[in-house]
């Protein structure tokens, strides 16, 4: 299974990142339970964001929930990230992952870099 992240690479602060990765080997839907976002920083290194499940259910991690929301395009085998009202401490590394026992990743993408910078 492959997964590639894709979307800006620099955001303004006060505006919503969104950022899509496309999954191809496996379904979303069938395969894999969770649906997973994860963040790397310097600062805070790896940080679990939140997931989607096979069947559309959500969870965030509590200090990102009132900004973050998850989704899925089950006809592309996507599943999309937005993260709103962002800040330079948003800055990082973003990659997205499958696995099925949250939050255990199996699968990773390669990770994008996103700037939070005027």
């Known amino acids: 299974v492959q997964l590639q992240e894709s979307g800006p690479g620099l955001v303004k602060p006060s505006q919503t990142l969104s950022l899509t990765c496309t999954v191809s080997g496996g379904s979303i839907t069938t395969n894999y339970y969770y649906s997973i976002w994860i963040r790397q920083s310097p600062e805070k290194g790896l940080e679990w964001i939140g997931y989607?499940?096979?069947?559309?259910?959500?969870g965030y991690s509590p200090s990102l929930k009132s900004r973050t929301s998850i989704s899925r395009d089950t006809s592309n085998n996507q599943f999309s990230l937005q993260l709103s009202s962002v800040t330079p401490e948003d800055t990082g590394v973003y990659y997205c992952?499958?696995?099925?026992?949250?939050?255990?990743?199996?699968?990773w993408g390669q990770g994008t870099q996103v700037t939070v910078s005027l």
């Open positions: 989607i499940t096979y069947s559309g259910g959500t």
């Open positions: 992952a499958l696995g099925n026992n949250y939050p255990k990743a199996d699968y």
